[in-house]
């Protein structure tokens, strides 16, 4: 009983802090939609939720109909979350399940399942609304709390969102619950990092904590914007930016989440590897996984949904998606070969265990870039995500001295990171990329000639480590609540048994 008040008091401290500093602009009557794509990948495109209103031609003439979403579109929306939830629950269950001992097996499966689970949750409860409503550079308001507003009640319907482009709207409501699933899968990700030693009941505290102060503020920076209707002259540009996120008003480019889900994740997974310890017999005994057929099975379920998670984020079946889609199969195929190789070249033997998480490291990479670049830097981007993961598990690992169970740092903080810094670098059309367009009817008002990689590059930089700093320093605070109020590990005797047995009182395998 003492451990839910002490979560239910902290949940309630987490709404009192946003909801006395977020005044929200007296003359919006619905939150903007934000997106995870960029606008400047998509020549004439860009996001706004307000609601749309039929424009009078003149005072003579009727008033013209309003926009109406397209069946298209929205239907490839939701096919996009299905794809993402199946990323989620069995893809990363899987995944991280086969990488475990199988004592820990369901310990892991239950983490993942129910992280997920939790944070789509308090996604619908709060998290939705401070991270794409207007609020300020950092945080958005509570216009949305619970939802509250996506049915217009004065107009009978649903209320209207829009995609990247001009004049072609979304339903609220599609964006929010894809937006959702990435919420869900990027806490779920954190896991792999302290997996086999963490008590459940401390797992979920963290995740509230960290969701509400780490991962709703960077997707509000990067990705909340006033979209591309409120963008109805030159003369109102600026201030349409300046009510955008922080990090979306510095230009940086992240098309489906290299700095929301990935370095932002993994930063928290690092810190929590130290925090909670090593594992009892790290560097002793060996930890090899007891299922690999799991672990490719889980891996392949992660490439297929992937499609959902950067090709979706266009938030249009259009040639955007189409290129999202084709760099993300293309700059995986490439890691995998990398990785591959790299291992016959360091070992003598290519793995399944390197093939699988050389997929997983060109997924990654390419998530910042998929909508950004052309396909030539993508394979580009893949090959190197393959090379360079490969030594983020092996050298970069050792450099640190943490447990990081399965890899989490090495695979989504070193793969965002290179993926992050590297759309910079081929979103220049020089290098086949579709780069900006010189138009105040688009966010990242760049014109193709004027593409300068070296101050694209900065920016990038700054993003990435504006994330890194943001996330290590909420993920500390958190642990050590987490650790005064319930403890963060499990007793010895616990962990030597498996946390199967001694935290769930079932196992995966019965001799």
């Known amino acids: 009983m003492r451990k839910l008040i002490a979560s239910i008091a902290l949940g309630l401290a987490a709404f009192g802090l946003f909801g006395v500093s977020h005044a929200q602009d007296a003359a919006a009557s619905a939150p903007v939609v934000a997106s995870a794509a960029e606008a400047a990948a998509a020549p004439a495109s860009a996001t706004d939720a307000a609601p749309a209103a039929a424009v009078a031609a003149s005072d003579a003439a009727p008033a013209a109909a309003a926009p109406v979403p397209n069946k298209g579109d929205t239907t490839w929306m939701m096919v996009s979350t299905l794809l993402v939830i199946m990323m989620a629950v069995p893809g990363l269950a899987l995944f991280y399940g086969g990488l475990v001992r199988s004592k820990n097996m369901l310990s892991v499966l239950m983490q993942v399942m129910v992280t997920f689970s939790l944070i789509v949750v308090l996604w619908f409860i709060y998290g939705y609304s401070i991270a794409f409503t207007e609020g300020n550079a950092f945080i958005g308001g509570l216009d ?20 990247f482009s001009k004049g072609v709207p979304m339903y609220e409501l599609v ?8 919420a869900g899968i990027t806490c779920a990700l954190i896991v792999g990092a302290f997996a086999e030693r963490m008590k459940f009941s401390a797992v ?52 489906a989440g290299g700095t929301v889900v990935h370095i932002n994740a993994a930063v928290a997974g690092l810190v929590g590897s130290y925090m909670v310890g090593k594992r009892i017999g790290y560097g002793k005994e060996a930890f090899t996984p007891h299922s690999l057929t799991l672990t490719m099975v889980g891996a392949s379920l992660l490439w297929v949904g992937w499609f959902g998670f950067n090709a979706g984020s266009a938030l249009e079946a ?32 290519a793995s399944m265990l390197g093939a699988a998480s050389g997929a997983v490291a060109g997924l990654v990479a390419i998530t910042p870039a998929c909508g950004n670049v052309g396909i030539g830097g993508a394979l580009i981007i893949g090959l190197l995500a393959g090379f360079i993961c490969l030594w983020g598990v092996t050298g970069l690992k050792k450099i640190l001295g943490a447990d990081d ?30 780069s900006a367009v010189a138009d105040w009817t688009t966010v990242a008002m760049i014109a193709p ?34 650790d005064l109020v319930i403890g963060l590990r499990v007793p010895e005797e616990e962990e030597r048994e498996g946390l199967d047995i001694t935290s769930h009182g079932e196992t995966a395998y019965h001799k």
């Open 144 to 163: 949305r709390l619970m939802m509250k507003g996506v049915w217009d009640n004065a107009a009978g319907t649903f209320a209207i969102g829009a995609t």
């Open 175 to 182: 964006f929010a619950f894809f937006q959702a699933s990435f």
């Open 204 to 255: 979920l505290l963290f995740m509230v904590l960290w969701f509400t102060f780490s991962y709703a503020p960077i997707a509000h920076m990067v990705w909340f914007w006033m979209g591309p209707d409120a963008y109805a002259s030159k003369e109102v540009a600026d201030a349409m930016t300046a009510k955008a996120g922080l990090i979306w008003q510095w230009g940086a480019l992240d098309f």
């Open 318 to 349: 259009n040639g955007f998606a189409a290129l999202a889609f084709v760099n993300t199969f293309a700059a995986t195929a490439a890691a995998v070969l990398a990785w591959a190789l790299g291992e016959a070249l360091l070992k003598g033997k």
């Open 405 to 434: 169970s399965l890899d989490v740092f090495g695979v989504h903080g070193v793969g965002g990171i290179l993926g992050a810094l590297l759309t910079g670098v081929f979103n220049s059309p020089n290098l086949g990329g579709p």
């Open 449 to 482: 000639g004027d593409y300068s990689i070296g101050g694209q590059l900065l920016i990038q930089a700054k993003a990435v480590g504006l994330t890194i700093v943001w996330s290590a320093v909420v993920s500390i605070v958190a642990y050590k609540i987490v």
